[in-house]
């Protein structure tokens, strides 16, 4: 069970933190928290339910984190382990994810993939994404696991579909060019970008285009 103490920035004032793996006394919490991070007209039913959370726990507790602020549950990451072939790269969240169910977790393979991440809106200004993120780089390391690797919705693309490729926009967002919300904070915690995926995920704005971003696990060549 991961179990990480650790202060966090509020306003330049430091504020206890920990993250941790959840657990089932936690779940009517994460599915709060994902109704304040995808309020209406977002579909209630895709927020996570209890037997989702219930198969993170028990599949794969290592890859089910939350991080705590102050004793409250402010956010949550969740992974699993599969066996990627970089040579077939294109595939949808619901393919790599089982829908969020993880059913297809596998110990045997060699890539932790991001099933979701979540931080309650109030919480955002203090970066508790980013030390979710570098937990889950301590998870990949733990395993001995070749890479992190997940979808990021290029959550800007609608504005530049009519001009640009996905390819041509992500590469805009490398060369500082452009700001994506979602593909820029995955950058600035250390993601690299290998590749497009189409048809990632159903999502207006990203036209259901996701960056396939990585991150290298450094003790493995």
């Known amino acids: ?51 989702q959370l219930a198969n993170h726990i028990r599949l794969f507790a290592d890859g089910a984190l939350c991080i705590e602020v102050g004793g409250k549950l402010a956010g949550s990451m969740t992974g699993l382990i599969v066996d990627y072939d970089p040579a077939a790269p294109n595939h ?12 297809n977790h596998n110990p045997a393979g060699d890539t932790l993939y991001v099933v979701d991440l979540c931080v309650r809106p109030q919480y955002r200004k203090l970066r508790l994404g980013q030390w979710l993120m570098f ?30 490729t996905p390819e041509q926009y992500l590469d805009a967002v490398v ?31 990203s036209c259901n285009c996701a960056a396939l971003m990585e991150w290298r696990n450094p003790f493995r060549r």
């Not at 202060?7 to 089932?24: D, F, H, L, W």
């Not at 696991?145 to 693309?157: D, I, N, V």
């Open 135 to 164: 937990s889950m780089y301590d998870v990949v390391v733990h395993h001995r696991l070749a890479r992190l690797l997940g979808g990021g919705r290029l959550s800007g693309y609608h504005l530049a579909a009519g001009d640009m």
């Open 92 to 103: 949808s969240w619901d393919q790599m994810t089982d829908g969020g169910y993880i059913r």
């Open 1 to 51: 069970m991961y179990h990480k103490s650790l202060y966090v920035m509020n306003e330049g004032k430091p504020v206890p933190a920990a993250i941790r793996s959840y657990t089932e006394q936690d779940f009517d919490e994460l599915i709060a928290i994902q109704a304040e991070c995808f309020p209406p007209p977002y579909p209630p039913e895709l927020w996570w339910n209890r037997e």
């Open 175 to 205: 060369r500082g060019e452009r700001n994506d919300p979602v593909i820029s904070f995955m950058l600035r915690v250390g993601r690299t970008p290998v590749g497009i995926a189409r048809d990632y995920l159903d999502d207006e704005e």
